[in-house]
């Protein structure tokens, strides 16, 4: 138990902007610096919670600026509202699927996760704190509203004085009277791995002169793909980049995509590139997957994963269902039925898919934002899905590009683009948005480049588990044949808004399937601008961000 009379009362005010987005509380480095900013999230959230006396929390976070600092507030303040233990990755180090796994495996009552994800580090860019609750996976939004409602109303947090705890000592320490064991961040999460896929397959595969690259980004997944595909795999030495994680990640800015992983697509356009590329991002949780001359759309991805889960031996009796986010394209809803399993459509974050996953609905779940997972954690897992993608590849002994193109004269082709408008006015993307929606019950015959518009909504969500609703999660304007434009706001940004515009056609098999994705795209593109005044709300003349 703690030693009651350290425990040290501190007066505050609450901030008027501590609401958690698509994926916890992101803002700036220099608002989480303000006095007291970060102590009140995280004082809001244990007083959400109940009944974790004398239990166990877990915390880790991508190792960027400020990580250290924050656990030591959060140790400190843990202690004094009465946690048992503190489970904390060395160095202050989890990636969000390592924390997940962690918070599983050891039965803890939740974890804070410090992380803005594939937001920039640094001290002018961004930090953020992510609540997940005891199943490893964030907390829904009866829970993160409930921390919101707190923080505007907080008068008072919780701490004690200690000194730091060495966060590079690998065993367990004491914060008046609380027992914080610092662990190895990565042989928990690469013993799972070895648990669910086939690791002397892929071992033989690289035998084979079968070359990869994995781009860590100088984020936290360095540690991790060091020790599975270079030690545990036999990868050669270098075949993890940006390896280390560094608290600005280099000046890189995390976020696996085209634009910011282009050092590695250029490698793998190469004739005598790598055979397979892959990044993940700040936090651990995305992939980038890239065959040699054949990039994957994240929603190909998941498609292709799911048709070919069986060949990795932690998912050889099949799936029980496959989740995507609304916005992911339908190429995933084909597999599905053709293995005549569900398909289940959420908002956007992975918060979403929890409840599916526990309930044993779902096994594996995909975003088109570079996200994929599975039941194994409550988390979608960057380093998962490499090593799926490489167990499929070691068991069918083809090319990525044979790979997909098997897959679509299969299944078809769902071609896809998501245009991000960044750092735009919040009133110009919150009245481009109004203006959508309250276009919405006319839009319905409206005709386009892209043929008449047949159906527009603004998707909500009712839980199949608990029932409980998520309105407004985006406007989707549907065309024939699967086509379909789908406008959204960021909700993990940190200045001004983020407009996304995501773009799908469906070829069927037999079609066109070998077309560019901005030719294919086009029409519906022209359809968008028609229909939302892009140009005009936003003032720019091009997306910032095309993936
Ligand atoms: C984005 C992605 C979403 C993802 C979220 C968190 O959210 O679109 O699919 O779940 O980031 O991912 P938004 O609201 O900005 O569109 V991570 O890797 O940043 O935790
Ligand atoms: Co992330």
């Not at 880790?60 to 843990?78: P, S």
């Not at 790598?274 to 994240?298: C, E, H, M, W």
């Not at 799936?319 to 599905?336: C, H, N």
């Not at 959204?488 to 066109?512: N, V």
Request: one cysteine or more; glycine letters at 12%; proline letters at 5%.
């Amino acid at each position: 138990m703690v030693e009651a009379m350290l425990v040290q009362i501190v007066e505050t005010v609450a901030f008027d902007d501590q609401k958690p987005g698509t994926s916890g509380l992101r803002k700036k480095v220099r608002v989480f610096q303000q006095p007291n900013y970060a102590e009140n999230f995280v004082q809001s959230v244990f007083d959400s919670l109940e009944g974790y006396a004398g239990d166990t929390l877990v915390v880790g976070g991508d190792g960027r600026f400020l990580n250290r600092e924050v656990i030591q507030v959060v140790l400190r303040m843990a202690a004094a509202n009465g946690f048992g233990r503190v489970i904390v990755g060395q160095g202050g180090i989890l990636s969000t699927p390592a924390a997940s796994h962690v918070i599983r495996k050891y039965g803890a009552f939740g974890g804070l996760v410090l992380s803005a994800s594939h937001n920039p580090g640094g001290p002018d860019e961004d930090f953020g704190i992510k609540y997940n609750i005891g199943n490893g996976g964030p907390a829904p939004e009866s829970v993160t509203d409930a921390i919101h409602a707190r923080s505007l109303t907080i008068t008072r947090y919780k701490t004690l004085e200690t000194p730091d705890i060495d966060l590079d000592a690998i065993g367990t320490h004491d914060v008046a009277g609380m027992a914080v064991e610092v662990i190895d961040p990565v042989a928990d999460y690469a013993e799972l791995m070895e648990t669910l896929f086939d690791f002397a397959a892929i071992r033989a595969l690289l035998g084979t002169g079968f070359t990869i690259s994995f781009d860590a980004m100088s984020a936290v997944t360095g540690p991790y793909a060091t020790e599975i595909f270079e030690r545990r795999l036999g990868a050669p030495a270098g075949t993890v980049v940006n390896g280390t994680p560094l608290p600005d990640f280099g000046h890189h800015h995390p976020d696996p995509n085209l634009v910011h992983a282009k050092d590695l697509y250029d490698r793998l356009m190469q004739a005598d590139g790598p055979d397979f590329g892959a990044a993940s991002d700040g936090d651990g949780d995305r992939n980038l997957i890239i065959g040699k001359q054949r990039y994957v759309t994240p929603s190909d991805s998941l498609a292709v994963l799911a048709a070919n889960a069986h060949l990795a031996p932690g998912y050889a009796s099949g799936l029980a269902g496959i989740a995507r986010s609304m916005p992911t394209s339908g190429a995933a809803d084909r597999v599905a039925a053709a293995l005549g399993i569900p398909l289940y459509e959420t908002p956007t974050g992975w918060k979403f898919f929890g409840n599916l996953l526990d309930a044993g609905l779902a096994t594996i779940c995909g975003e088109e934002s570079a996200g994929t997972g599975s039941s194994h954690v409550r988390e979608k897992d960057g380093i998962w899905a490499v090593l799926l993608w490489l167990n499929i590849l070691a068991a069918r002994r083809e090319s990525v590009a044979a790979i997909m193109a098997d897959h679509w004269a299969r299944y078809g082709r769902n071609y896809y683009a998501r245009h991000d408008y960044e750092a735009i006015a919040t009133d110009r993307a919150n009245a481009l948005m109004a203006k959508l929606r309250d276009s919405l019950a006319t839009l319905a015959g409206t005709e386009t480049p892209a043929g008449a518009v047949q159906a527009a909504d603004d998707f909500s969500y009712t839980d199949p588990t608990d029932g409980s609703v998520s309105a407004k999660q985006g406007v989707r304007i549907l065309f024939a044949e699967g086509s379909r434009l789908v406008f959204r706001l960021s909700g993990t940004g940190t200045q001004g808004a983020t407009l996304r515009l995501y773009i799908e056609r469906y070829e069927p098999a037999g079609g066109d399937l070998g077309l560019e994705p901005g030719d294919a795209l086009a029409p519906l593109i022209a359809a968008a601008e028609q229909l939302a005044s892009i140009r005009e709300f936003t003032g720019m003349d091009e997306p910032s961000v095309i993936t």
